[in-house]
Every structure is written in structure tokens, then in C-alpha cells.
């Protein structure tokens, strides 16, 4: 596993201010009997969904980051650690900064998940450096609905959903539970390692993304939202 992490991991890159606990996360439903070989692959979703007047309700019910982070109780020490130390490339701001129109942001996180941890402080940063991007977040026992229509990989419902919806409201983009550069590794390995070997992969890799990599999808989300071509890598519900 060291070996593999240390080809995989970016070289030279200081440490987060926090690492996570080589213990499970508490970011979704246990995994489900169906094996993740029958599972539903994921789905790339091509064309934007009608307004939503129940996702704009949930989101204007969503809490700012500030207040998210004030309410913390599991994880309080690294969830303050982080956003402290929170800092977003110019380069990943010019490009939110650029992109016309205004964004609304849906977050499903949860204070217990080591992923919403050592991602939503960097997306809610980015949100504060970028007037056009707002971000609410809201606890699973309000944003089940939205977890079960936009799942991870393997049909879990997970910790962080992310979901991009324009000035009309429409869900025009998702990230589930883990960026791109993981996302799909993960699935692919789940039932090839073990859940410790899998999540010792994840906080290091954290460790050295220090925030880049989600920032920079959601910047992605929006980009392609704009164009018309809204993207949402899910999976769909095991049978």
C-alpha cells in the first residue's frame, strides 16, 4: 500500500493541518449486500433538470459555513484546524470568477465524516472569494431525498453531495462523497481492499491534495454548467 501511495501522491507538497483517523468515516449508508461488480455504473447526466422549487427551498433552509462550523461537534478540532488554514490557488479563483451567471451550491455534509471535513471548508472558502457561487449546507436528515437521487459510485448514499443548481433553480451538476482523482480509484478498489487500507489511501491523499482537487471540480461543475453541458458522476441504487 506504501508503495502504492508513494507513486500516487504528489511529491513535495506540505502537510494539511489535519490528518484523518485510520478509522471508518461516517459518511453513508453501510454498504449494501449487493456486490459492487452488479452495482449501476455511474451516470454522466447530459442535459439539465427542469427547476426544482424543492431544491431551492433546501437550500435557502441550508446553513452558511460559518454557522455549519460553529455548530460542529464530532471532528471540532479538525474541522477548526482546516478552515484556519484554508487557502484556494489564484488560478482555481479567476476561473470561478470568470465564469457568467450566478451559482448556487447545495451541500449535504455531515460534522462525523472525515470526507465533508477535509472538503467543505475549501469549497466554502472558494464560495466566499467568488460573489457569483453561494453555498448552503444541510445535515442528511434534511437532505436524504437529494443523497438518494444523487449517489456515490457504488449506490451508497454519501457524505459530501454536492449540488450545483443555476439562477432558475435546475440541478445542472454533482460531486459525490469524493473528488475525480479519487472518486473513481476508490470504487474501483472496494472490494479488492480492505476499508483500512482504503481509507489509509484517503488521508493521505488528503494530506497532499490539501483542497485542490475539489475546488477545482466544483470551478469545473460550473464551467460546464455554463456551457450547457452539466455532468453528475453517480451510481444508481443496487438491486
Known amino acids: 500500500m506504501r508503495v502504492m501511495l508513494s507513486v500516487l501522491l504528489v511529491?513535495?507538497?506540505?502537510?494539511?493541518?489535519?490528518?484523518?483517523?485510520?478509522?471508518?468515516m461516517v459518511c453513508g449508508d453501510v454498504m449494501q449486500s449487493t456486490p459492487l461488480r452488479d452495482a449501476p455504473v455511474s451516470v454522466?447526466?447530459?442535459v439539465a433538470a427542469p427547476a426544482d422549487s424543492s431544491l431551492i427551498a433546501l437550500f435557502e433552509s441550508g446553513q452558511a459555513f460559518p454557522e455549519f462550523l460553529e455548530a460542529t461537534r464530532r471532528r471540532r478540532e479538525g474541522w477548526h484546524r482546516i478552515s484556519d488554514s484554508v487557502s484556494i490557488a489564484d488560478s482555481t479563483v479567476v476561473r470561478a470568477r470568470a465564469v457568467p451567471g450566478t451559482w448556487r451550491l447545495l451541500v449535504v455534509a455531515v460534522d462525523a465524516c472525515g470526507d465533508s471535513m477535509q472538503q467543505v471548508p475549501y469549497v466554502a472558502r472558494l464560495a466566499a472569494l467568488v460573489e457569483?457561487?453561494?453555498?448552503?449546507?444541510?445535515?442528511?436528515?434534511?437532505g436524504a431525498t437529494v443523497q438518494?437521487?444523487?449517489r456515490a459510485l457504488d449506490g451508497r448514499r454519501a457524505t459530501p453531495t454536492y449540488v450545483l443548481l443555476d439562477q432558475s433553480g435546475r440541478d445542472v451538476g454533482c460531486i459525490v462523497e469524493l473528488p475525480r482523482a479519487i472518486r473513481e480509484w476508490t470504487h474501483a478498489q472496494r472490494d479488492s481492499l480492505s476499508s483500512d487500507a482504503l481509507h489509509e489511501y484517503r488521508a493521505d491523499w488528503y494530506t497532499a491534495d490539501r483542497g485542490a482537487s475539489i475546488a477545482a471540480e466544483i470551478v469545473e461543475l460550473m464551467?460546464?454548467?455554463?456551457?450547457g453541458e452539466p455532468v453528475c458522476e453517480r451510481g444508481g441504487v443496487a438491486s
Open 223 to 227: 464551467e460546464r454548467a455554463h456551457a
Open 44 to 46: 454522466r447526466s447530459l
Open 11 to 24: 511529491a513535495g507538497v506540505a502537510p494539511a493541518a489535519v490528518t484523518l483517523p485510520r478509522t471508518a
Open 148 to 150: 438518494g437521487s444523487h
Open 132 to 142: 457569483s457561487l453561494s453555498v448552503r449546507i444541510v445535515l442528511p436528515a434534511d
